[in-house]
């Protein structure tokens, strides 16, 4: 089992940046896959950035050129840095570990972005 809690959501006004964060309560370093995804209101949740062990990423398309992800295996932790924000980006982000088998998901932190 992996815990995952998420921190860093918050306010900020439309081009402003945050900085997410996610902590994992083991090492990270052989989990294949580490993810932030976001729900807004109405809508599915969504894929936001992934990074794989080895470091590749994929992005989702509305957020590429403004987000960045990484993850630091020694501190078991995965960061999203969201620049440029803009209102649509407003939703509940959540952290995800993928480990072939198993799927763990942090409780969620807000991010609102004001026009």
């Known amino acids: 089992q992996v815990q995952l809690v998420e921190s860093g959501g918050g306010l900020v006004q439309a081009g402003g940046s945050l900085r997410l964060s996610c902590a994992a309560s083991?090492?990270?370093?052989?989990?294949?896959?580490m993810g932030w995804y976001r729900q807004a209101p109405g809508n599915q949740r969504e894929l936001v950035a992934k990074?794989?062990?080895?470091?590749?990423?994929v992005y989702a398309h509305s957020i590429k050129g403004r987000f960045t992800i990484s993850r630091d295996n020694a501190k078991n932790t995965v960061d999203l840095q969201m620049n440029s924000l803009k209102p649509e980006d407003t939703a509940v982000y959540y952290c995800?570990?993928?480990?072939?088998?198993?799927?763990?998901w942090g409780q969620g932190t807000q991010v609102t972005v004001s026009s």
């Open positions: 990074i794989f062990s080895q470091g590749s990423t």
């Open positions: 083991k090492s990270i370093a052989s989990i294949n896959v």
């Open positions: 995800n570990a993928n480990t072939h088998t198993e799927d763990y």
